[in-house]
Every structure is written in structure tokens, then in C-alpha cells.
């Protein structure tokens, strides 16, 4: 036997194969682990000092760690992803409910088509970022989601959500799903708004204010 032959053999761990929970530190090189991770089977091998992982499903559900980097990515049935819309305007704002604009730049004292959106898909208000070009004097200010469902002529309140403090002038300021009054999901072929409503008449000194209004809504699509 040749004297590389045999130092290859004396520096190569044998394999091993653990299944009952050891952590993969203790692998050692050429070592294996099998593990359910998320009701996975998952297989850690150790090569080269390197623990890589592989994982096999019993369902066609799979999990990625950490991020999925791909060159071409389609989706053959349904997926969950996030949507922004512009809602801009300028506008004296009265102590009324007004309907934000989803198109155009004018709200409106009622429901109308460049006030809805036709939503193609179930859809959740996760954040809604509202930026004035100037202090609002303390106005208290309250938004709203509003849904007309398929089939249905009447308008519902969905959830509010009131400002009680100062909006700094170009300061955005962003309403989490959690703050508001109840989850704001709208379901597929609903017409969904958004409201405003300001609690005194201090927004109408005659300058239209400029508000900028971003939309984030986790939408389920279905292909």
C-alpha cells in the first residue's frame, strides 16, 4: 500500500448517520444527519467542513430557509403576493367622509368608478402610508375600507382607523393592519374604497393640502 493511499486513509473520518436529534456540529466529515425539520425529512452532509442540507416533501409542499434566487420563476395555480396603488390627491378636506381616488386626482362624496377598485382577487390592507405637504393642525383624521360585495348594491364598512396626533408636514405616516379597527379584507369581485374623513373644517382654509396615500394590500391570487 502506497504512503498516500494510507495517509488518505488516516485522514478521512468514517461516515456516520444520526437520526435521533444530534445537532449537526457534531457531524463529522462524510458524516450524515436525517431530521424532520417542519415535517420535512431533511439530510445534512458534511463535505470539506461545509454542512449542506437537502429536503424532501410527502406532500409537494416545500420550504426554503432562506432566499430563493431563480432566473425565470412561473406560477402554474396560485400564490400570495403584495400589491401598492397610488390614491394621490389635493383637496380642501371638510368635516364629511370623502372617497379617495384609486385613479385621478379628486376624491369624491360617493362610491364612484375612480374611487373603487374591482378587486380580482381576495386582498388584505396590510399598510397604508399617508404624507401631507403641511402640519394638519391636530385635526383628527380618520380612514376607512369600505367593500361592495358581488352581487350587491350597498357599500359596508369594513374597518377605521383614526389619527389623533399631528401629521408633520412630509413626514410619512403608515397604518399597519393591526391598527386597524377590524381585519380589512375585501374577498374576489368586490369593489373595494377607501375613505377619509376629517373631524373639523381646519382643512378647508381655502388651500388644498396635498396628500400622498400609498395602498399595500396582500393579495391571494388564484390563476
Known sequence: ????????????????????GSPASSLQEGGTIVSLDNGMLAVRRKHKGIVFKSTMSRDGNEIIDRKLTTSELEYKRKFVDYRTFNHNFSADLPAAKRYIP????????????????????????????????????????????????????????????THTSTFSGNTATIVKNSDWSASPVIPANGLASLTIQAASTDLTDGDDYNFYVTSVWKTFIEI
Not at 500500500?1 to 486513509?9: V, Y
Not at 385621478?104 to 399617508?130: G, R
Open 102 to 161: 384609486w385613479k385621478e386626482d379628486a376624491i369624491s362624496t360617493s362610491d364612484v368608478p375612480n374611487t373603487a377598485y374591482l378587486t380580482p382577487f381576495k386582498m388584505i390592507c396590510e399598510k397604508l402610508l399617508i404624507k401631507l405637504n403641511a402640519s394638519d393642525n391636530s385635526v383628527d383624521i380618520t380612514f376607512g375600507v369600505e367593500r361592495v360585495d358581488d352581487g350587491d348594491a350597498t357599500s359596508d364598512v369594513v374597518a377605521t382607523y
Open 1 to 20: 500500500m502506497s504512503r498516500n493511499i494510507r495517509r488518505l486513509m488516516n485522514s478521512t473520518e468514517p461516515p456516520q448517520t444520526f437520526s435521533d
